[in-house]
T-cell receptor, first 115, second 113 residues
């Protein structure tokens, strides 16, 4: 158990809908990262938050957004869902940001199926 | 963007054999990481490497950070059934406090008893 929790574990929804995925980082970790894992693209970095502020963006679509709250939990919002958004979404957390030596620990993921 | 080429894609080996897999990059990283993912789970960190040339072990696992900073390898000695899974390399180039990981496509390890 990495200490990172994600809810829900599974989510099934229809095209055009909007969903919210939730992540609680390990105790003491200030950085939260979101990744998408699909069969064709593999594991792709989406976005990073550090202590409530957006720190880096990866391959995140404009239809997707995230935020980190004062208690450090994070939410990933996916809107206008398409079939191609079906994937595993992972949250990871680390102590700090960009300092090296503090690595990312992954949660169990949320499996999103868009029908 | 940065790309990691991980090989082999899959390996079928006998229990007790040694395993070797590697990653190469089109650009440099200042951290190399190796993760293992079991079905239905998130990636679990195995080894982290921070310096070019560094060789690090974790039990039966040994990994090295290539001197060009563009490659890394992972060796597993005397494989056992619980080694089955998908192994990912990941690189990070931290700049300005941003450190999202770039992942390889994974090596699927299958062990035949």
């Amino acid at each position: 158990d990495s200490g990172v929790t994600q809810t829900p574990k599974h989510l099934i929804t229809a095209t055009g809908q909007r969903v919210t995925l939730r992540c609680s980082p390990r105790s003491g970790d200030l950085s939260v990262y979101w990744y998408q894992q699909s069969l064709d693209q593999g594991l792709q970095f989406l976005i990073q938050y550090y202590n409530g502020e957006e720190r880096a963006k990866g391959n995140i679509l404009e239809r997707f957004s995230a935020q980190q709250f004062p208690d450090l939990h994070s939410e990933l919002n996916l809107s206008s869902l398409e079939l191609g958004d079906s994937a595993l979404y992972f949250c990871a957390s680390s102590v700090a940001s960009g300092t090296g030596g503090d690595e990312q620990y992954f949660g169990p993921g949320t499996r999103l199926t868009v029908t | 963007g940065q790309q990691l080429n991980q090989s082999p894609q899959s390996m079928f080996i006998q229990e007790g054999e040694d395993v070797s897999m590697n990653c190469t990059s089109s650009s440099i990283f200042n951290t190399w990481l190796w993760y293992k993912q079991d079905p239905g789970e998130g990636p679990v960190l195995l080894i982290a490497l921070y310096k070019a040339g560094e060789l690090t072990s974790n039990g039966r696992l040994t990994a090295q950070f290539g001197i060009t900073r563009k490659d890394s390898f992972l060796n597993i000695s005397a494989s056992i059934p619980s080694d089955v899974g998908i192994y990912f390399c990941a690189g990070r180039y931290s700049g300005g406090g941003a450190d999202g990981l770039t992942f390889g496509k994974g090596t699927h390890l299958i062990i035949q008893p």
